[in-house]
């Protein structure tokens, strides 16, 4: 009789373990005792760094406080990496290695939302410009939780084994930043994870709660430049004249077409043109027009039909308008392109299981796929390996502006916003407790 219970125990644990839903709960007791004693810091912590933001590519303070605090809690720490950016590796005997990502820069806005601690800071944008900062997409927040779950995972050290690997990147905004750190070697610098994590805040989703979507979770993004040429002249002659704004305009309707009767309605694309400049004053007929668009997919295949058929209408109504070859739209793509992040969907199961074990199956939210873009899918497409990545929404609203919200069919702040604020303390104690649960998972059931 006790060979069959053993064998039957052994059982039952071998199908949690396969479900995804094996973990300690004393540990998970511990990391939320740890993260609620040791709170206080951490709202300090994030208070200083919402205060202090950094432009992207100028995050030199920001970097220095992340290193500073991960050096304390014993990590080799490498920086500079691409610029600004910062790694660290905590080795804890053999296991998996498992790697966490956080950005770190700010973006050139004036913060609106009379908070105590609001930010006052101000940087020098990419046109030499002095701007107003403020940390309106949340990267503090990703920080603070950053900072939190690796104290969470030192304090609970000798309940896993493997190789924590976290990594403080540069530059998300501009999307510049992650294609600078592995330009620099980042996977020659640090262990190539087994796998990589991250989280991202959402506005819309109440704090206390977790988004999350197998498979296309963000989308690539391009942004692409067109010089439109014409024929000057005076504006009450305009026989005399090829006007680019009239093309521009005629190129710009004919985009509209590129997603709504070219590509498979299951295909999701964004073709967005978000600026355009020509002219200097009433009555001229200018030469030349310029263009900025922004280009959404999911997949290579519509990207390059996007592109191809951008490239096509531009050309051949330039020529339609009597322009001759050499002067047909210019059109340039800027790097770095940033490809869709896709979560790995065995690996995306498996954290939900271990996320609805410990919030209640109420508070993991299945979301739908987004258009915004994030640079973490680079750290998915290195060559030489395939590291299964998965990133998660954060819930950061408070949930009774959210159920007002809902009442009243009004629009929450969004990220981008300069009155976004996130309900600090559940929104961080939550990131902790999903990424440090998360982890410790994959320390203790890798293959």
């Not at 009450?236 to 997603?259: G, K, N, R, W, Y």
């Not at 999911?298 to 339609?320: C, F, G, M, P």
Request: contains cysteine.
């Amino acid at each position: 009789m006790k060979h069959r219970n053993t064998l039957l125990a052994g059982i039952l644990l071998l199908t949690a373990v396969s479900h995804g839903i094996a973990q300690n709960p004393t540990t998970v007791k511990q990391i939320e005792d740890y993260t609620q004693k040791n709170y206080a810091s951490l709202d300090q912590l994030y208070k200083e760094l919402h205060q202090n933001p950094e432009l992207s590519l100028h995050e030199e303070k920001t970097s220095q406080r992340i290193a500073s605090e991960l050096r304390a809690l014993g990590f080799e720490v490498i920086d500079k990496i691409g610029g600004y950016g910062v790694a660290a590796v905590l080795r804890n005997g053999n296991g998996p290695t498992v790697l966490l990502r956080t950005d770190m820069d700010a973006l050139p806005l004036e913060e609106k939302t009379g908070l105590p601690y609001a930010s006052q800071a101000k940087g020098v944008n990419a046109a030499g410009q002095t701007v107003s900062v403020m940390h309106a997409c949340g990267h503090d927040i990703h920080m603070t939780v950053f900072i939190g779950t690796a104290r969470a995972l030192v304090e609970t050290r000798k309940q896993w084994k493997g190789t924590l690997v976290l990594v403080g990147q540069i530059s998300e905004e501009n999307g510049m930043g992650a294609d600078k750190m592995f330009r620099d070697g980042l996977y020659s610098k640090i262990p190539v994870p087994d796998y990589a994590l991250a989280i991202h805040d959402n506005a819309n989703l109440p704090a206390g709660t977790i988004g999350y979507k197998s498979g296309p979770f963000m989308a690539s993004v391009d942004m692409m430049d067109i010089t439109v040429f014409g024929k000057g002249g005076h504006g009450a002659a305009p026989h005399t004249t090829i006007d680019p704004i009239v093309l521009s305009a005629e190129m710009i309707m004919a985009f509209q077409t590129i997603v709504s009767r070219e590509m498979n309605p299951i295909d999701p694309a964004v073709v967005t043109v978000g600026s355009i400049h020509g002219g200097t004053v009433h009555n001229i007929i200018s030469d030349q027009v310029k263009l900025q668009l922004t280009l959404r997919s999911y997949s290579a295949d519509v990207r390059e039909k996007t592109i191809a058929s951008i490239r096509n209408k531009s050309k051949h109504l330039a020529l339609q308008a009597g322009l001759p070859e050499d002067k047909v739209p210019v059109i340039t793509i800027l790097e770095p392109q940033i490809p869709a992040t896709l979560n790995d969907p065995a690996l995306t199961q498996k954290l939900v299981d271990v996320l609805v074990k410990n919030f209640g199956k109420d508070n993991i939210i299945e979301t739908p796929p987004s258009m915004v873009g994030e640079d973490f899918s680079r750290f998915a497409l290195q060559p030489g390996k395939k590291v299964p990545i998965c990133m998660f929404w954060l819930g950061a609203a408070d949930p009774a502006k959210v159920k007002e919200a809902q009442t009243n069919g009004t629009a929450l702040p969004s990220l981008h916003s300069p009155m976004f604020a996130p309900l600090p303390e559940p929104t961080i104690k939550t990131g902790i407790k999903a990424l440090s649960t998360s982890t410790l998972y994959l320390f203790q059931n890798h293959p």
